[in-house]
């Protein structure tokens, strides 16, 4: 089982719809996590981050934790073409020896359609 | 405004040859890391430190060393460079782990070509 696991998509939405993006993680220790928005070329750049169960919103973007069911996602209201990218789930877990370590998706690629 | 820098976008190599990835950070930042990026894989860590001097193996340490003389630069090496080392190669650096946000800011990466 992969640490993390999202659905690689392609997820395509019209513009204006709800896009829904889902990651699921193996470890019950995880602390924090983390969506990443990665456009095409590249780098990764964080949207939002949430430790608590429960929603969290930042404008357009919620995201959503569930530590019972191992689950996060992030909602985009109101998608607009300027949100297709790639989009990575990242959690954060303490390691054995000390310190913490990020551990990222495949990443789910969402596709907003005129 | 914040930066990490990375010394080439693209690198052609031969099979054999040493290779050297630098990434410089000007935040002042304690943590850095190198992941490599494939299609289908995801994001995956090399290597990371957390200090001058300092480093960690990551997930795919086999073929790859590091060195981290100042704080602000974080080299990653290719000892000798195999095919299956072509990939994109990204810098992040972070402040101090314990803080929850942790947030990791990327460089703009190096795509390397091993033929």
């Known amino acids: 089982q992969k640490e993390v696991e999202q659905n690689s998509g392609p997820l395509s939405v019209p513009e204006g719809a709800i896009a829904s993006l889902n990651c699921t993680y193996s470890d019950r220790g995880s602390q924090s996590f983390f969506w990443y928005r990665q456009y095409s070329g590249k780098s990764p750049e964080l949207i939002m981050f949430i430790y608590s169960n429960g929603d969290k919103e930042d404008g357009r973007f919620t995201a959503q934790l569930n530590k019972a069911s191992q689950y996060v996602s992030l909602l985009i209201r109101d998608s607009q073409p300027s949100d297709s990218a790639t989009y990575l789930c990242?959690?954060?877990?303490?390691?054995?020896?000390?310190?913490?370590?990020?551990?990222f998706g495949t990443g789910t690629q969402l596709k907003v359609e005129l | 405004d914040v930066k990490v820098t990375q010394s080439s976008r693209y690198l052609v190599k031969r099979t054999g040859e040493k290779v050297f990835l630098e990434c410089v950070q000007d935040m002042d930042h304690e943590n850095m890391f190198w992941y490599r990026q494939d299609p289908g894989l995801g994001l995956r860590l090399i290597y990371f430190?957390?200090?001058?001097?300092?480093?960690e193996k990551g997930d795919i340490p086999e073929g790859y060393s590091v060195s981290r003389e100042k704080k602000e630069r974080f080299s990653l090496i290719l000892e000798s460079a195999s095919t299956n080392q072509t990939s994109m190669y990204l810098c992040?650096?972070?402040?101090?782990?314990?803080?929850?946000?942790?947030?990791?800011?990327f460089g703009p990466g190096t795509r390397l070509t091993v033929l």
């Open positions: 992040a650096s972070s402040l101090p782990s314990g803080g929850a946000t942790n947030e990791q800011f």
């Open positions: 430190s957390y200090d001058v001097k300092m480093k």
């Open positions: 990242a959690v954060k877990r303490k390691l054995t020896g000390g310190g913490n370590k990020l551990t």
